[in-house]
């Protein structure tokens, strides 16, 4: 995790090392990050229903039909207050907000008045799932093969719900997020891929270096 305020390339904290290069990168739908993650639709839906709940109740009690409606429209306000701090909250954490996926890591840059930036690389990404929306939209939670300091507070709303040990960082919201999912399981797969080969090549190579015979062996010196 990392604070920064300029960008050499946008969404990332500092210049690609040599042989990386960027796959994709993008920014959560403001929209469906309203109703998932802040849930703006679920609080107009519930101070709907207090303001009807609040007009029958005034009715129940001897109140005129203009004093139920009164009594239940003294609810509105602060209800389009509410939803509208929510509906913004989700419109500059998204507008704040990159992801980034290179060919070795993935970065999430987020932050409203704080700009943090924090690299996974894939190395410590054991999976990568996909959880879609009706929007077409999804949510990508990568499971870690170690977290760290990345604290769930210090990572929401870019973490997955109700997990906090181990965390989960999670890139949320993503347009057309089956393409990206599929996208990021390919990376992963050859990353992964070349570090086996790897580690396979190195054990080899110290295998070879053990068996190889001393050519002194055997030989007293003079």
């Known amino acids: 995790m990392k604070e920064f305020e300029y960008e ?11 042989g990386e290069y960027i796959l994709w990168q993008g920014q ?22 207090l303001v009807v709940v609040r007009g029958l109740v005034a009715a129940s009690e001897g109140a005129t039909l203009g004093g139920a409606v009164l009594a239940s429209l003294s609810l509105v306000p602060v209800g389009v207050v509410l939803v509208a701090v929510l509906v913004g909250l989700a419109y500059w954490n998204a507008r704040t907000t990159i992801y980034t996926i290179t060919n070795r890591r ?29 929007s077409g939209a999804g949510e990508i939670p990568l499971e870690m093969a170690g977290t760290g300091n990345l604290a769930f507070l210090h ?30 399981g390919d990376a992963l797969r050859e990353a992964h891929d ?26 007293a010196s003079a």
């Open 8 to 18: 050499p390339i946008e969404g990332l904290p500092e210049l690609l090392p040599a």
């Open 28 to 49: 959560p739908d403001w929209k469906v990050m309203a109703r998932r993650v802040f849930h703006a639709r679920a609080a107009a839906f519930y101070f709907a229903a």
């Open 106 to 134: 993935v970065v999430l840059r987020y932050g409203i008045a704080l700009t943090m930036a924090v690299n996974l690389p894939f190395k410590q990404v054991k999976s990568a799932l996909f959880k879609p929306d009706k």
């Open 155 to 184: 990572l929401w709303p870019h973490t997955r719900p109700w997990k906090y040990n181990p965390t989960q960082p999670m890139m949320r919201c993503v347009p057309e997020g089956k393409k990206v999912a599929e996208l990021l």
């Open 194 to 219: 070349q570090q086996t080969a790897a580690a396979a090549s190195s054990v080899e190579s110290e295998s070879s270096e053990r068996s190889t015979p001393n050519p002194m062996a055997g030989f």
